[in-house]
């Protein structure tokens, strides 16, 4: 443990981290964990008690920026360091490259979304997947639909808003139950959210590991493709019902941008040359089809900003907290109980070790996911960690983020309270409960990803 102890200040464990302006021997310490702890009690708690006042979005009503500031203060006062060191300490957290460069990234993220909405290309990759789309495989359909368009997209929450109302609207003509329908569209907006390259999951997962989004992506896939291939053969067989979907008028030209990105990212280009090749491919693709103008286009990126306002702050606050508890053992405390159980459950070095460390990973992002109910949110707060455990086992970049998000997915798409659940139950007038226990590619994937990481042969 004498190099989890003896190590510099960061965020992603990178080179140009800041250093500990007092000493370089960190000792563990439970305490320092406490203010994460006050974070979750504050946030839980308050979603607990708008649940049982029956208040819609219970967990969403307490914004997660807000919890978060008391934890932050109990962080500086409890801290062994002067009041100005601490604050140091905390802005560090909240400057870090890889932070900063995370926030960026989720601004053009947004506003590549909000341009394309507003051009026309989230209904004309609805109606062109619905055009392919048999009769016979509406759910099955549906779930490649969900699934192209988050991959696309980047956003669980923005697919459902758009293909949920069609759903619906289907399921109804089809007299398919509503809550299998519902339970295929969340299934297939967690597989695209979990695999595309401008999610915020993918961007927070592939900087706090240090890896490129396209071998994050092409791992994905080991995960992904056995996991939906037999989703998808579920699906099928508990079809039920047809109907003759209303052909709609499909607007090639814009659905262009959202193939161009998909195929740059994952031909490697830089993201931030990506995105903004997208957001001005989808502003081109506006004007020159629609009544669209350039003050409107900029309204539009502006209004994407806004929308990604909140994990934007949320992950400079989480960065300077997890500085904070870095800097005062708490990360180091984590970090040792998980090499305690690594050893107890992996006696060999090498591959047992390597399996055993993912495993570490998978279980603490996946129990923070629970608590916090943020699958982005989870990722940035066991970044460091995961990291730490990735380096001393042998466990390659790609594979670390890949586990990350995976299992941060998996947890999304079955918690009640999260808020693609939420939100696609509102929308089908059904329960969340309902809806998550039809959430079939998330328990399939939990499944296939829990064999692979125990039974793949490692290098």
């Not at 779930?143 to 988050?150: K, L, R, S, W």
């Not at 696309?152 to 089809?174: D, F, H, K, R, Y």
């Not at 659905?255 to 990105?261: E, F, G, R, S, W």
């Not at 070790?353 to 949110?377: D, K, Q, Y």
């Amino acid at each position: 443990m004498t190099d989890l102890i003896r190590r510099e200040i960061t965020l992603t464990n990178s080179t140009n981290a800041p250093k500990a302006p007092a000493t370089d021997v960190i000792a563990p310490s439970f305490l320092a964990l406490t203010p994460l702890f006050l974070f979750l009690t504050l946030f839980i708690g308050a979603g607990v008690y708008f649940q049982s006042q029956g208040v819609d979005f219970a967990f969403y009503q307490l914004p997660s920026v807000v919890a978060i500031l008391p934890a932050i203060i109990f962080a500086i006062l409890i801290s062994k360091q002067q009041l100005n060191q601490s604050i140091e300490t905390f802005l560090a957290g909240i400057g870090h490259s890889n932070i900063i460069a995370m926030c960026m990234i989720y601004l053009l993220a947004g506003a590549f979304a909000a341009v394309a909405k507003a051009t026309g290309g989230v209904d004309a990759t609805v109606a062109l997947g619905l055009s392919l789309v048999p009769s016979s495989l509406l759910l099955p359909g549906f779930f490649v639909i969900a699934a192209f368009i988050a991959t696309a997209m980047g956003t669980s929450m923005g697919t459902i808003a758009a293909v949920a109302p069609i759903a619906l609207g289907v399921a109804n003509e089809a007299q398919i139950d509503l809550a299998i329908m519902a339970g295929a569209v969340i299934s297939g907006a967690l597989f695209g959210d979990n695999l595309s390259i401008i999610s915020d999951t993918t961007i927070a997962a592939t900087r706090t590991q240090g890896c490129e989004m396209k071998d994050k992506f092409k791992e994905n896939l080991i995960f992904a493709i056995p996991a939906s291939v037999i989703t998808l053969i579920v699906f099928t067989l508990v079809g039920q019902g047809q109907a003759d979907v209303a052909a709609q008028e499909i607007d090639y030209i814009k659905v262009i941008p959202y193939l161009t990105i998909l195929f740059l990212a994952v031909a490697g280009l830089n993201v931030f040359v990506v995105l903004t090749v997208g957001i001005l491919l989808a502003g081109v693709t506006g004007l020159l089809t629609m009544d669209y103008g350039v003050i409107q286009f900029g309204q539009d990126i502006y209004a994407g900003f806004g929308n990604m306002q909140e994990i934007f702050i949320l992950s400079m606050l989480v960065g300077g907290l997890a500085a904070l508890m870095q800097q005062q053992g708490g990360l180091a405390f984590v970090s040792k109980q998980i090499e305690k159980l690594i050893t107890r459950f992996s006696k060999a070095k090498g591959e047992a070790s390597c399996r055993a460390s993912e495993l570490g990973m998978a279980g603490i992002v996946a129990a923070t996911n629970t608590c916090v109910a943020n699958n982005t949110v989870s990722i940035v707060v066991t970044g460091d960690i995961a990291k730490d455990l990735a380096k001393k086992h042998g466990v390659t970049p790609k594979r670390a983020a890949s586990i990350l998000d995976i299992f941060s997915c998996i947890i999304q798409g079955l918690i009640p309270y999260g808020a693609q659940a939420l939100l696609i139950a509102s929308t089908f007038s059904l329960s969340p409960l309902e809806v998550v226990t039809h959430a079939w590619y998330c328990m399939i994937l939990a499944v296939v990803a829990v064999l692979i990481v125990v039974f793949r042969k490692r290098n």
